[in-house]
């Protein structure tokens, strides 16, 4: 391939699968579209956008009418670290920044000029090379004090059960379970060192109906109870207020 190619496209409801060497994006003008990837499996609409890696095997169909913008990208165009970040594909939400890249491209379309794509492709590609936080675990960050299914995390992600599980650890270091506990307890501290709610209130805030769920997890984590953990926490508080009063006195004596 000698540059981007850029083209609007319509796909029937024949099934194809297949993979080549150049990576591609996808933004859905109307319609929708089953696309299929090795450890993905979504429907890609009006409010989502796809970006199709390198040499990897596909399958996709499309029911009803449908158009939509293509990007064919040649492989010379991404760095290897770029392409690790990128290969498993990359599902976007085509909010106002994506619909603004997407009306440029589309007033390029007849242009002979490439260097106006090939200059928006500089522009939009950080967007999704960048180390994003995956869907998953906002969802984990706005729900970890609730019983949450790890089906729900999953399907957010459109992997399944097994495979997310594996994925979320190599990615976070943690397991899912392991990741929420972790929140919980940073929570927990947080509550312990600035409020004065009670152990049981500060279970229940973090998502533990009896405080001696909380206990033995803090206990687990940190080494200590809840409570001690306050106790030292504000002793060494007071100990720093008193250090800072002598020390303003002192220098009130200079003066």
Same mark, same amino acid.
């Given at each position: 391939?000698?540059?981007? %190619?850029?083209?609007?496209? %319509?796909?029937?409801?024949?099934? #194809?699968?297949?993979?080549?060497?150049?990576?591609?994006?996808?933004? $859905?003008?109307?319609?929708?579209?089953? %696309?299929?990837?090795?450890?993905?499996?979504?429907?890609?609409?009006? !409010? @989502?956008?796809?970006?199709?890696?390198?040499?990897?095997?596909?399958?996709?169909?499309?029911?009803?009418?449908?158009?939509?913008?293509?990007?064919? %990208? $040649?492989?010379?165009?991404?760095?290897? *670290?770029?392409?690790?970040?990128?290969?498993?594909?990359?599902?976007?939400?085509?909010?106002?920044?994506?619909?603004? =890249?997407?009306?440029?491209?589309?007033?390029?379309?007849?242009? !002979?000029?490439?260097?106006?794509?090939? !200059?928006?492709?500089?522009?939009?590609?950080?967007? =999704?090379?960048?180390? @994003?936080? $995956?869907?998953?675990?906002?969802?984990?960050?706005? @729900?970890?004090?609730?019983?949450?299914?790890?089906?729900?995390?999953?399907?957010?992600?459109?992997?399944? &059960?097994?495979?997310?599980?594996?994925?979320?650890?190599?990615?976070?270091?943690?397991?899912?379970?392991?990741?929420?506990? !972790? &929140?919980? =307890?940073?929570?927990?501290?947080?509550?312990?060192?600035?409020?004065? &709610?009670?152990?049981?209130? #500060?279970?229940? *805030?973090?998502?533990?109906?009896?405080?001696?769920? &909380?206990?033995?997890?803090?206990?687990?984590?940190?080494?200590?109870?809840?409570?001690?953990?306050?106790?030292?926490?504000?002793?060494?508080?007071?100990?720093?207020?008193?250090?800072?009063?002598?020390?303003?006195?002192?220098?009130?004596?200079?003066?």
């Amino acid at each position: 391939m000698n540059g981007i %190619i850029c083209e609007k496209r %319509i796909f029937n409801d024949t099934l #194809i699968t297949h993979s080549h060497s150049y990576a591609q994006l996808v933004l $859905p003008l109307r319609g929708t579209m089953n %696309i299929q990837t090795q450890k993905k499996n979504l429907i890609l609409d009006e !409010k @989502h956008l796809f970006f199709l890696p390198i040499d990897n095997m596909h399958s996709f169909k499309s029911q009803g009418p449908n158009e939509f913008l293509v990007l064919d %990208i $040649p492989n010379y165009m991404f760095s290897n *670290e770029d392409m690790n970040k990128l290969e498993e594909g990359v599902k976007c939400n085509l909010d106002e920044k994506w619909r603004a =890249i997407r009306f440029l491209i589309l007033n390029e379309l007849n242009g !002979k000029n490439n260097d106006a794509i090939y !200059k928006l492709f500089h522009y939009f590609i950080p967007f =999704i090379v960048k180390k @994003h936080i $995956p869907n998953s675990v906002k969802y984990i960050h706005e @729900h970890f004090n609730e019983n949450i299914d790890l089906k729900i995390l999953a399907n957010i992600e459109n992997y399944s &059960l097994a495979y997310y599980s594996e994925w979320f650890k190599k990615n976070m270091m943690l397991s899912p379970v392991e990741y929420i506990q !972790k &929140l919980r =307890i940073n929570r927990v501290k947080e509550l312990l060192r600035d409020t004065d &709610l009670s152990i049981m209130q #500060i279970a229940c *805030e973090v998502g533990y109906s009896h405080n001696s769920s &909380l206990t033995r997890l803090f206990k687990l984590h940190e080494n200590t109870t809840p409570a001690n953990y306050r106790a030292e926490i504000r002793k060494m508080s007071d100990l720093q207020l008193k250090s800072g009063n002598e020390d303003l006195q002192n220098l009130s004596y200079l003066y």
